[in-house]
C-alpha cells in the first residue's frame, strides 16, 4: 500500500485533492461495482492493479462493466506499459500497474498533463530538456524507457545521474528523483556521454 501514499502525494502536488477508497478483491463485479460508484462522486478515478493481461487482471474487464468507455490499454512505455484509462459520463477512470515503480512512471509521464490541465495548471505540458547521461546504460530496449534519476551541474553541463532501483516494483528510486530520463524505442545500450531527453517531476 506504499505506493498508494505515494501517488496520493503526487496527485497533490498536480493539484488534485486524493481520496483513497481502499483496496477490494480480485473480483470483476466488485471492481466495477467501486469504479461506477467512485465516477458518481469524483472527477478523476484512479486504480492500481489489474492492467495487465494476467488470469486476475480485470481492469478492461470491469471498467467496462461499469459502463466505461475504454479508450486505450497497454502503450509502448517501460516501465508503466500496462495501463487502461477509460471515461464514464466525462469523468477519467485510470488503471495503473498494480507494480508501484510502474503506476508512479505511468502517472507522470502519462497522465499528469491531462490532470493538471484539469486543475487549471498553465504550463501542463512537460518540456523536455538534454542532459548528458552520466552513466551507461547497458540494455538495448524495443520500448521507449524511462530511468528514474537526478538532474547534477558538472563544469556547466547538465547531467543526468541514474538512480539505483529501476525496477518495476521498486518506489525507493524516487526519493531524490527530480527527472525521469527518455532512452527512445528500439535503441541499442547507451553510452555514457551520449545527450538524452529528461523530463523534471
Not at 546504460?137 to 537526478?150: D, E, I, M, N, S
Request: aromatic share 6%.
Amino acid at each position: 500500500m506504499a505506493h498508494v501514499y505515494t501517488i496520493s502525494a503526487y496527485l497533490k502536488k498536480m493539484g488534485l485533492e486524493p481520496v483513497p477508497g481502499g483496496s477490494i478483491p480480485d473480483d470483476p463485479d466488485l471492481i466495477a461495482s467501486k469504479i461506477a460508484e467512485a465516477a458518481e462522486k469524483y472527477d478523476v478515478v484512479v486504480t492500481t492493479g489489474g492492467a495487465s493481461v494476467g488470469d486476475y487482471d480485470y481492469a478492461v474487464r470491469a471498467s467496462e462493466k461499469a459502463g466505461a468507455r475504454v479508450l486505450f490499454w497497454k502503450i509502448s512505455m517501460k516501465p508503466g506499459g500496462a495501463v487502461v484509462a477509460s471515461e464514464k459520463n466525462g469523468r477519467l477512470i485510470l488503471s495503473l500497474s498494480g507494480n508501484p515503480g510502474a503506476a508512479i512512471t505511468t502517472l507522470l509521464r502519462v497522465a499528469a498533463p491531462y490532470l493538471k490541465r484539469l486543475c487549471g495548471v498553465a504550463d501542463y505540458a512537460p518540456e523536455p530538456v538534454e542532459v548528458i547521461l552520466k552513466e551507461d546504460f547497458k540494455k538495448p530496449t524495443t520500448q521507449t524507457r524511462y530511468l528514474r534519476g537526478r538532474l547534477s551541474i558538472e563544469g556547466g553541463k547538465a547531467m543526468f545521474i541514474s538512480l539505483d532501483g529501476q525496477g518495476n516494483g521498486v518506489v525507493s528510486s524516487y526519493v531524490g528523483c527530480d527527472m525521469l530520463g527518455e532512452i527512445p524505442e528500439n535503441s541499442p545500450p547507451v553510452k555514457a556521454g551520449t545527450s538524452i531527453k529528461a523530463y523534471r517531476v
